[in-house]
Protein backbone atom coordinates (compact mmCIF):
# COMPACT_ATOMS: atom_id res chain seq x y z
CA UNK A 1 0.00 0.00 0.00
CA UNK A 2 2.65 2.43 1.04
CA UNK A 3 4.72 1.98 -2.35
CA UNK A 4 1.72 2.31 -4.43
CA UNK A 5 1.31 5.87 -2.93
CA UNK A 6 4.91 6.35 -3.37
CA UNK A 7 4.83 5.44 -6.93
CA UNK A 8 1.53 8.44 -7.35
CA UNK A 9 3.27 10.67 -5.35
CA UNK A 10 6.64 10.04 -7.83
CA UNK A 11 4.24 10.34 -10.74
CA UNK A 12 1.69 12.89 -10.17
CA UNK A 13 3.22 15.49 -7.88
CA UNK A 14 1.90 18.29 -5.93
CA UNK A 15 -1.76 18.04 -7.56
CA UNK A 16 -2.39 14.41 -6.66
CA UNK A 17 -0.98 14.91 -3.09
CA UNK A 18 -3.44 17.53 -2.46
CA UNK A 19 -6.26 15.36 -3.46
CA UNK A 20 -7.04 16.16 -7.10
CA UNK A 21 -8.32 19.64 -8.46
CA UNK A 22 -11.70 19.56 -9.87
CA UNK A 23 -12.61 22.37 -12.02
CA UNK A 24 -15.93 23.94 -13.39
CA UNK A 25 -15.39 23.07 -17.41
CA UNK A 26 -16.86 20.29 -18.97
CA UNK A 27 -15.37 17.38 -18.90
CA UNK A 28 -13.41 15.49 -15.26
CA UNK A 29 -10.23 18.34 -14.73
CA UNK A 30 -7.95 16.92 -12.56
CA UNK A 31 -4.23 18.79 -12.86
CA UNK A 32 -1.37 16.16 -13.33
CA UNK A 33 1.69 16.34 -13.05
CA UNK A 34 4.74 14.83 -14.69
CA UNK A 35 8.34 14.96 -15.45
CA UNK A 36 8.85 17.74 -18.83
CA UNK A 37 10.24 17.59 -22.40
CA UNK A 38 11.79 21.00 -22.88
CA UNK A 39 11.49 22.60 -26.53
CA UNK A 40 14.48 23.97 -28.09
CA UNK A 41 14.21 27.59 -27.66
CA UNK A 42 13.81 28.23 -24.12
CA UNK A 43 15.52 27.50 -21.04
CA UNK A 44 15.49 24.06 -19.39
CA UNK A 45 13.29 24.13 -16.48
CA UNK A 46 13.30 22.04 -12.78
CA UNK A 47 10.37 19.81 -12.67
CA UNK A 48 8.89 21.87 -10.24
CA UNK A 49 6.17 19.62 -8.85
CA UNK A 50 7.35 16.17 -8.56
CA UNK A 51 7.82 14.99 -4.73
CA UNK A 52 11.46 15.44 -3.68
CA UNK A 53 13.51 12.39 -4.18
CA UNK A 54 14.37 11.59 -0.98
CA UNK A 55 10.87 12.17 0.97
CA UNK A 56 9.71 9.91 -2.15
CA UNK A 57 12.45 6.81 -0.94
CA UNK A 58 10.92 7.31 2.71
CA UNK A 59 7.54 7.32 1.90
CA UNK A 60 8.20 4.51 0.10
CA UNK A 61 10.07 2.82 2.87
CA UNK A 62 8.21 4.15 5.63
CA UNK A 63 5.48 5.78 5.02
CA UNK A 64 3.95 9.61 5.30
CA UNK A 65 4.88 10.04 9.24
CA UNK A 66 8.44 9.41 8.90
CA UNK A 67 8.47 11.68 6.04
CA UNK A 68 6.42 14.50 8.07
CA UNK A 69 8.76 13.97 11.15
CA UNK A 70 11.97 14.23 8.78
CA UNK A 71 10.76 17.53 7.49
CA UNK A 72 9.99 18.93 10.84
CA UNK A 73 13.67 18.52 11.98
CA UNK A 74 14.70 19.92 9.08
CA UNK A 75 12.91 23.15 9.62
CA UNK A 76 13.82 22.96 12.98
CA UNK A 77 17.65 23.18 11.95
CA UNK A 78 17.42 25.26 9.01
CA UNK A 79 14.44 27.23 8.35
CA UNK A 80 14.30 27.99 5.21
CA UNK A 81 11.93 28.24 2.14
CA UNK A 82 13.37 25.03 0.96
CA UNK A 83 12.42 22.87 4.21
CA UNK A 84 8.98 24.80 4.46
CA UNK A 85 8.55 23.82 1.17
CA UNK A 86 9.57 20.39 1.61
CA UNK A 87 7.55 20.36 4.87
CA UNK A 88 4.56 21.37 3.09
CA UNK A 89 5.02 18.39 0.90
CA UNK A 90 5.03 16.07 3.73
CA UNK A 91 1.93 17.80 5.08
CA UNK A 92 0.25 17.43 1.99
CA UNK A 93 0.77 13.46 2.48
CA UNK A 94 -1.04 13.30 5.76
CA UNK A 95 -3.63 15.30 4.43
CA UNK A 96 -3.54 17.87 6.68
CA UNK A 97 -4.82 20.93 4.32
CA UNK A 98 -4.45 23.78 6.90
CA UNK A 99 -0.80 22.90 7.69
CA UNK A 100 0.23 22.70 4.27
CA UNK A 101 -0.94 26.46 3.26
CA UNK A 102 1.19 27.65 6.44
CA UNK A 103 4.26 25.70 5.26
CA UNK A 104 3.89 27.30 1.73
CA UNK A 105 2.82 30.97 3.16
CA UNK A 106 5.99 30.70 5.23
CA UNK A 107 8.25 29.22 2.92
CA UNK A 108 7.42 32.65 0.39
CA UNK A 109 7.60 34.59 3.43
CA UNK A 110 11.12 33.99 3.40
CA UNK A 111 11.75 34.09 -0.35
CA UNK A 112 8.90 35.46 -2.46
CA UNK A 113 10.18 33.97 -5.34
CA UNK A 114 10.85 30.39 -4.36
CA UNK A 115 9.46 28.30 -7.41
CA UNK A 116 8.17 25.38 -6.13
CA UNK A 117 6.67 26.98 -2.88
CA UNK A 118 5.01 29.48 -5.60
CA UNK A 119 3.51 25.99 -7.45
CA UNK A 120 2.71 24.76 -4.55
CA UNK A 121 0.41 27.76 -3.52
CA UNK A 122 -1.02 27.86 -7.39
CA UNK A 123 -2.21 24.51 -6.71
CA UNK A 124 -3.87 25.40 -3.08
CA UNK A 125 -5.92 28.24 -4.83
CA UNK A 126 -6.85 25.79 -7.94
CA UNK A 127 -7.97 23.58 -6.20
CA UNK A 128 -9.91 26.17 -3.86
CA UNK A 129 -11.43 27.56 -6.75
CA UNK A 130 -9.21 30.93 -6.29
CA UNK A 131 -8.52 30.88 -9.91
CA UNK A 132 -7.46 34.90 -10.36
CA UNK A 133 -5.34 33.80 -6.99
CA UNK A 134 -3.94 30.72 -9.08
CA UNK A 135 -3.10 32.47 -12.57
CA UNK A 136 -1.62 35.26 -10.55
CA UNK A 137 0.66 33.33 -8.51
CA UNK A 138 1.35 30.28 -11.16
CA UNK A 139 2.25 33.10 -13.70
CA UNK A 140 5.09 34.83 -11.84
CA UNK A 141 6.81 31.39 -13.37
CA UNK A 142 6.39 31.95 -16.76
CA UNK A 143 8.12 34.57 -19.19
CA UNK A 144 6.64 37.33 -21.53
CA UNK A 145 6.62 34.28 -23.90
CA UNK A 146 4.49 31.79 -21.77
CA UNK A 147 7.49 29.55 -21.84
CA UNK A 148 8.57 28.16 -18.41
CA UNK A 149 7.51 24.87 -16.18
CA UNK A 150 5.03 22.22 -17.89
CA UNK A 151 3.45 21.97 -14.98
CA UNK A 152 3.16 26.00 -14.23
CA UNK A 153 1.66 26.19 -18.02
CA UNK A 154 -0.98 23.40 -16.77
CA UNK A 155 -2.16 25.02 -13.53
CA UNK A 156 -2.67 28.82 -15.83
CA UNK A 157 -4.03 27.42 -18.19
CA UNK A 158 -6.54 25.48 -15.79
CA UNK A 159 -7.11 29.18 -14.11
CA UNK A 160 -7.46 30.32 -16.95
CA UNK A 161 -10.52 28.06 -18.12
CA UNK A 162 -11.90 28.68 -14.64
CA UNK A 163 -12.07 32.20 -15.04
CA UNK A 164 -14.07 31.35 -18.23
CA UNK A 165 -11.28 32.86 -20.56
CA UNK A 166 -11.58 29.67 -22.84
CA UNK A 167 -9.75 30.82 -25.71
CA UNK A 168 -7.16 32.35 -23.52
CA UNK A 169 -6.80 29.17 -22.10
CA UNK A 170 -6.63 27.14 -25.57
CA UNK A 171 -3.75 29.33 -26.37
CA UNK A 172 -1.48 28.84 -23.33
CA UNK A 173 -1.77 25.32 -23.70
CA UNK A 174 -0.81 25.41 -27.42
CA UNK A 175 2.27 27.16 -26.27
CA UNK A 176 2.84 24.82 -23.56
CA UNK A 177 3.13 21.84 -25.89
CA UNK A 178 4.82 23.11 -28.26
CA UNK A 179 7.62 23.70 -25.74
CA UNK A 180 6.44 20.17 -23.55
CA UNK A 181 5.20 18.35 -26.58
CA UNK A 182 5.44 14.95 -24.58
CA UNK A 183 3.55 16.75 -21.71
CA UNK A 184 0.46 14.66 -21.57
CA UNK A 185 -1.48 17.33 -19.22
CA UNK A 186 -1.42 19.60 -21.69
CA UNK A 187 -2.83 17.96 -24.25
CA UNK A 188 -5.44 16.85 -21.69
CA UNK A 189 -6.24 20.23 -20.35
CA UNK A 190 -5.85 21.64 -24.34
CA UNK A 191 -8.43 19.24 -24.93
CA UNK A 192 -10.96 20.61 -22.30
CA UNK A 193 -10.52 24.01 -23.54
CA UNK A 194 -11.62 22.76 -27.39
CA UNK A 195 -14.53 20.76 -25.34
CA UNK A 196 -15.64 24.12 -23.93
CA UNK A 197 -15.56 26.28 -27.13
CA UNK A 198 -17.62 23.20 -28.45
CA UNK A 199 -14.68 22.28 -30.59
CA UNK A 200 -15.65 18.71 -30.37
CA UNK A 201 -12.86 17.37 -33.25
CA UNK A 202 -10.00 19.52 -31.81
CA UNK A 203 -11.32 18.21 -28.47
CA UNK A 204 -10.85 14.30 -29.39
CA UNK A 205 -7.42 15.11 -31.00
CA UNK A 206 -6.04 16.52 -27.83
CA UNK A 207 -7.38 14.06 -25.44
CA UNK A 208 -6.08 11.10 -27.90
CA UNK A 209 -2.34 12.46 -28.18
CA UNK A 210 -2.50 12.34 -24.04
CA UNK A 211 -3.68 8.46 -24.27
CA UNK A 212 -0.68 8.10 -26.70
CA UNK A 213 1.80 9.91 -24.37
CA UNK A 214 0.31 8.24 -21.05
CA UNK A 215 -2.33 5.35 -22.15
CA UNK A 216 -2.67 3.80 -18.80
CA UNK A 217 -4.28 6.95 -17.35
CA UNK A 218 -8.21 6.67 -17.51
CA UNK A 219 -9.13 9.57 -16.71
CA UNK A 220 -7.37 10.29 -20.42
CA UNK A 221 -9.56 7.34 -22.11
CA UNK A 222 -12.56 8.94 -20.19
CA UNK A 223 -12.26 12.13 -22.31
CA UNK A 224 -11.93 10.87 -25.68
CA UNK A 225 -15.03 8.41 -24.95
CA UNK A 226 -16.74 11.25 -23.61
CA UNK A 227 -15.92 13.44 -25.92
CA UNK A 228 -16.52 10.88 -29.15
CA UNK A 229 -19.66 10.27 -27.54
CA UNK A 230 -20.94 14.38 -27.65
CA UNK A 231 -19.39 14.00 -31.27
CA UNK A 232 -21.99 11.54 -32.12
CA UNK A 233 -19.37 8.94 -33.16
CA UNK A 234 -20.91 6.32 -30.84
CA UNK A 235 -18.71 3.40 -32.87
CA UNK A 236 -15.37 5.27 -32.31
CA UNK A 237 -16.49 5.61 -28.46
CA UNK A 238 -17.28 1.95 -28.23
CA UNK A 239 -13.67 0.77 -29.46
CA UNK A 240 -12.53 3.32 -27.76
CA UNK A 241 -14.25 1.85 -24.53
CA UNK A 242 -12.81 -2.23 -25.18
CA UNK A 243 -9.26 -0.50 -25.79
CA UNK A 244 -9.35 1.08 -22.71
CA UNK A 245 -10.89 -2.08 -21.06
CA UNK A 246 -7.65 -4.01 -21.98
CA UNK A 247 -5.09 -0.86 -21.26
CA UNK A 248 -6.30 0.37 -17.72
CA UNK A 249 -6.62 -1.86 -14.57
CA UNK A 250 -10.08 -1.72 -12.92
Known amino acids: MVKEQATKVRQFG ?4 LGGLRLPVVLLTVVI ?3 AVVFSGCHREPDLAQLSHDLAAILDGSGPDEVLARTKYEVELNPSAETYERLAQAYALTQQTEEVVKALEKALELDPTYPRALLGMAVVNLRQGHFAEAQSIAGQLLDD ?3 GPSEVQTVVSRALLGQKKLQEAADLASTGIKQHPRY ?4 YVLGDA ?3 LTQLDEAVIAYQKAVQIQPE ?3 YRQAVILALLMDKRTDEAVR ?3 SAQQ ?3 D
Not at 14 to 17: E, F, G, M, S, T
Not at 184 to 187: R, T
Request: hydrophobic share 50%; net charge positive.
Open 14 to 17: WAIV
Open 240 to 242: EAK
Open 194 to 196: HMS
Open 33 to 35: FTA
Open 247 to 249: AVR
Open 184 to 187: APLH
Open 145 to 147: KQC
Open 217 to 219: ERM
